[in-house]
């Protein structure tokens, strides 16, 4: 595309040629710096993107608005560089680390966010124009969430690129859509600090003992497990064999135990207590007169379900689900379930009196 530019605007142009390569390698650097100091930091962002403006669009831009630019310097997004987070309250973190890496221009840098027309939502990004000592050229950095970027890019395409004027009765229905993105936005962000404070919450019931306050759920049993909760009857297992024990997750119990009728960690902890002896004998029975040196962790928790469901009538069906639950169903299932069946019954456990009523 042919352009009018004077020869202060051409001579801005040929610095920008003989930069390009200089300008790659920088933004080049700048996406990697990122990129490792959110991975140090645990920070989780949905898209990291960098551009070096191309000279049409340079050429553009001077031809617009040449006169205000002294030199190539004063132009401050040749590099161009855009964080896209999943929640609102990233974008301050983001914002943090740019000010620990960067030197921020902040009379040029501008909190969109701030803004409050009607019609704003889809450009809340937080602009900043940042330099590094090592480099004579500022460059942008944007940060928005996912949402604020899909809307701006929709927003964009709807009413600019076809070059048609939007008729207003459409404005009016694009900026309702708006308001309803930028409340998902914030309840996004609310909803993820309240799960964050939950998971805080059943922290401190768990390690205070509290477990009959606890209900069973995939937060609450991964806590649990940092207790190693089946870690005594493991050893005691174990110790039959002299065997070694290979840690295995133990978060497959999860579903096995609702499906028993657990529902917190009290009952997971009472089947411990009262059918630990049961499953230890059933565990005998089957390494015993083995010369097995190795037995998983999930030994404990498997044969405390095992004699829970037979004690209480389950039987080779019960016994069988078990078996279904954690490696699928099969034949194999059936025959291991009907020789465990017949082992168990004549156990000393089966036989006695329970340690407490209402197991």
């Not at 000279?55 to 190539?72: H, I, Q």
């Not at 037979?310 to 954690?326: E, P, Q, T």
Request: contains cysteine; hydrophobic residues 40%.
């Amino acid at each position: 595309m042919e352009r009018h530019l004077d020869a202060h605007c051409e001579a801005i142009l040929h610095e920008y040629h003989d930069m390009l390569p200089r300008f790659r390698e920088t933004a080049a650097d700048v996406h990697k710096k990122l990129k490792q100091t959110f991975a140090e930091a645990g920070l989780v962002v949905a898209a990291l993107e960098s551009r070096v403006k191309t000279r049409d669009s340079l050429a553009g831009k001077l031809e617009l608005k040449g006169g205000k630019y002294k030199s190539l310097a004063d132009i401050t997004d040749i590099i161009g560089i855009r964080v896209v987070t999943f929640y609102v309250d990233d974008v301050d973190k983001v914002a943090s680390v740019l000010e620990r890496l960067f030197d921020i221009d902040w009379e040029n840098s501008v909190d969109k966010r701030k803004i409050h027309e009607i019609d704003s939502f889809g450009y809340l990004s937080l602009h900043y124009i940042c330099s590094m000592p090592d480099f004579p050229y500022r460059f942008e950095i944007q940060i928005r969430t996912v949402l604020q970027h899909a809307w701006a890019n929709m927003n964009h395409d709807i009413g600019y690129k076809s070059g048609v004027e939007v008729p207003r009765e459409y404005l009016r229905n694009l900026n309702r859509l708006a308001g309803v993105l930028e409340l998902a936005d914030e309840q996004f962000s609310i909803i993820r600090r309240e799960i964050s404070d939950y998971r805080r919450r059943v922290k401190a019931l768990v390690a205070s003992g509290n477990l009959d306050d606890v209900p069973l759920d995939g937060d609450t049993f991964r806590s649990y497990l940092d207790l190693k909760p089946f870690d005594a009857l493991n050893k005691r297992i174990a110790a039959v064999n002299q065997a070694e024990i290979q840690e295995v997750s133990l978060m497959p119990y999860l579903t096995i135990f609702k499906g028993l009728g657990m529902h917190t960690l009290g009952d997971v902890n009472r089947l411990i207590d009262v059918y630990g002896d049961g499953a230890y004998q059933i565990a005998c029975y089957q390494i015993g007169l083995t010369d097995l040196d190795i037995i998983s962790s999930s030994l404990a928790p498997q044969d405390l379900c095992i004699a829970f469901i037979l004690k209480n009538g389950g039987g080779k069906a019960g016994v069988r689900y078990i078996f279904d639950m954690l490696s699928g169903p099969s034949d194999s299932n059936d025959m291991i379930a009907e020789m465990l069946t017949q082992q168990a019954s004549g156990l000393p456990f089966m036989n006695q009196k329970d340690k407490q009523d209402g197991k």
